[in-house]
């Protein structure tokens, strides 16, 4: 028996193999330059009876490094068409759809099909993932909270809780919370700290809301509550008379307004508001992150409060051990710092951050109402540092920006300056006292009367606390540093068609730069874009990532098999050469 | 006496303790103890102690002015117990926004 009629065969059925195999991992985006021909077909037998998938490229794929090198060049990506480049490598005819990020387009594909290529893609190893897109209906998730809809009437602002509902003409900025609530609601269980001036539990929006928290204000005068570090969160007020500010060598010297009293801010319990004011009860206002629930630590009291207190209690909120204080029974997940100061990041924040991220925690950071350069916490390393823009996703005048940024969300803006009206405010829970508490009350949008609208890099901040929240609900196991990512990843691009006449924002030179006024955002100043909350939570559902970079590997591997199967196909072919040199001798032999 | 005793008046009181950050150094005692040798080593209490971790804490000396100074001083020579004593900073909600920056 000649054994090599046996083994030739096999032989030249793993190079196949092999090269079958390599081909698939042919660079995408070579094949994506080929000539469109095949693609034209697939496009037209698939006019009608298609399905529609949704493909996830693998980090480092050819397709993606060159849409990242584009857009780090300043360019628009361009939409993805890798139809004809699967079409091509799995022999199943396809047409692009639309893009959904530099590396997810929409393929469509003959509804007979859908399994087949299902099957493929799964084992295809530069997709990630693909999956059936699904058609989704409207989602009706529309809390019935009373400030939440447009039609206020003054104090309220008119459009009520504008920026939680889904981007319009009008208002591009507004954050999509709306999307995010028809996936989810929240869980209770992911807990967000509010580090701030404490909050008032007996607000009835609030109330279920909050866990017991902790004061780690441990100076007496400052903590304006008798003592010093204890577990009541409340906040008793944080006013300052004009004659405190004015008391040279006074502990409050510096700390009000020239000219008349400063009055308590309820911060805390603003920036609780926008996190979790309780959602769908018939009461006021809505929270961004509808079941969350907030741990409050109050560091803030009279004139602020001191980094050692501040630190402390960052690494309380995230389950850490801090000296004479009990541990927390309720870790939190997410820590908003709506609070900072115009420094460079101390050796006290950025140990206390580094500590919770550690813990797998998440810390959010307002970047300031200065207009300059990015304050400290927000300046940290691994902080999620939030600007603020206006409704329609320019920079809004008093924001702090710079590289630090992460991205921008709604802070509140006024457009009529001379009104008495501020039109797009953010709307939350407050108190009516103006120095110890009084009533539970809501934010206004009137000037009048002594109102106080809602303005400033603080309450955007918490916009996207509560985003993280959302996020962590439905993906538990996001790192900090993947929940960065997906969140920037997912963040509507800053919109192109603002007023030409308004400047683009510049990086500032510190602190002491001139404030900038309104701006067109950029992502050296910005972030990466304007927050998504609906996109942000889609994205955070995407499966994680099993190991690092295995795209990298898996490329390797393919190129080391198409060298490996180039190397046997040569063999055989000279095999093959020799083999029909044989037969030919072997016919002449014969034919003498 | 009288006229002595109004001009003291006039006088703004003396600048309190600054607050304190200190960081221990390593090998030095921890938790009370900590704070016990830095009210030794500074020579006036600790009349505030703010732990942060194992070996950070805020803090306020019974102290004012020059007596402050000295005190501080002191801590800082001793580098067997102290790695590091700096100014505490304040930080603080970001100030409201002046309304002709909020279009």
């Keep these: ?592 | 006496m009288a006229g002595a005793a109004l001009a003291a008046c006039a006088q703004p009181p003396p600048a309190p303790s600054p607050r304190l950050l200190l960081t221990a150094a390593p090998g030095a005692p921890g938790g009370e103890a900590l704070r016990a040798a830095v009210a030794a080593r500074a020579g006036v209490a600790v009349v505030l102690w703010a732990p942060v971790d194992a070996r950070t804490a805020g803090l306020r000396l019974a102290c004012s002015g020059a007596a402050c100074d000295e005190a501080i001083a002191r801590l800082r020579a001793d580098t067997a117990l102290v790695a590091a004593l700096v100014a505490d900073e304040l930080g603080r909600v970001p100030p409201p926004p002046a309304r002709d920056a909020a279009r």
């Design chain 1, 1 to 592: 028996m000649d054994r090599s009629f046996f083994r030739c065969p096999d032989a030249r059925g793993l190079a196949a193999a092999l090269l079958g195999l390599a081909v698939l991992a042919w660079p995408a985006a070579a094949v994506e330059r080929a000539p469109a021909r095949a693609a034209g077909a697939a496009a037209a037998t698939l006019a009608t009876g298609t399905e529609r998938v949704v493909v996830r490229w693998r980090a480092g794929v050819g397709p993606a490094r060159e849409r990242i090198a584009q857009a780090a060049g300043g360019e628009a990506a361009a939409p993805l068409r890798m139809a004809r480049t699967l079409t091509l490598r799995h022999g199943i005819a396809l047409a692009d759809g639309a893009s959904v990020d530099a590396r997810t387009q929409v393929v469509r594909v003959a509804a007979g099909n859908v399994a087949a290529l299902l099957a493929r893609l799964a084992i295809d190893p530069e997709v990630e993932w693909a999956e059936v897109d699904q058609r989704q209906r409207i989602a009706r998730v529309v809390p019935n909270d009373p400030f939440y809809g447009a039609g206020q009437t003054p104090p309220m602002p008119a459009l009520g809780q504008w920026f939680l509902r889904a981007p319009t003409v009008d208002a591009p900025a507004a954050i999509d919370a709306v999307a995010a609530w028809a996936r989810t609601r929240g869980d209770a269980g992911i807990v967000v700290a509010v580090l701030d001036t404490g909050v008032r539990f007996d607000h009835p929006d609030l109330a279920d809301k909050l866990l017991l928290g902790y004061d780690f204000v441990s100076d007496p005068a400052t903590a304006n509550d008798d003592g010093g570090r204890d577990d009541d969160a409340s906040d008793p007020g944080d006013w300052i008379m004009q004659a405190e500010h004015e008391a040279v060598n006074g502990p409050f010297a510096g700390c009000g307004l020239t000219g008349r009293d400063l009055g308590s801010s309820w911060h805390g319990t603003q920036v609780a508001g926008l996190i979790a004011a309780a959602t769908d009860n018939a009461i006021g206002v809505a929270g961004a992150g509808w079941h969350l629930r907030v741990l409050p630590v109050r560091v803030l009291g009279k004139c602020g409060g001191w980094s050692a207190d501040i630190a402390a209690g960052i690494r309380w909120a995230a389950g850490l051990d801090v000296p004479d204080v009990p541990r927390n029974p309720h870790p939190a997940r997410v820590i908003n710092l709506s609070l900072g100061s115009q420094a460079t990041c101390s050796r006290t924040y950025a140990d206390a951050i580094a500590a919770v991220r550690a813990a797998g925690v998440v810390v959010v950071a307002a970047a300031g109402n200065q207009g300059v350069a990015v304050n400290q916490p927000a300046n940290c390393p691994g902080v999620i540092a939030v600007a603020g823009v206006r409704h329609v996703g320019t920079k809004v005048g008093y924001s702090s920006l710079g590289p630090q940024v992460a991205l921008a969300a709604p802070a509140g803006n006024c457009v009529d300056l001379a009104g008495p009206l501020c039109r797009y405010p953010l709307v939350t829970t407050s108190n009516t006292g103006t120095t110890v508490p009084a009533g539970p009350t809501y934010t206004a949008g009137d000037f009048l009367h002594g109102g106080t609208p809602t303005l400033g890099t603080s309450f955007a901040s918490p916009l996207v606390a509560a985003a993280a929240g959302l996020m962590l609900s439905v993906q538990p196991g996001l790192t900090p540093d993947e929940l960065a990512h997906r969140l920037r990843s997912s963040a509507r691009p800053f919109p192109t068609t603002a007023d030409p006449g308004v400047p683009a924002c510049r990086v500032p030179a510190g602190f002491g730069d001139v404030e900038q006024l309104e701006c067109r955002c950029t992502t050296d100043t910005c972030g990466a874009g304007l927050l998504d909350v609906g996109a942000a939570v889609a994205r955070a559902a995407e499966p994680l990532p099993v190991g690092g970079g295995g795209g990298g590997s898996l490329t390797f591997g393919w190129a080391l098999g198409l060298a490996l199967a180039s190397l046997l196909l040569r063999l055989l072919d000279r095999r093959d050469l020799a083999g029909r040199g044989s037969v030919g001798r072997r016919r002449r032999r014969a034919g003498r």
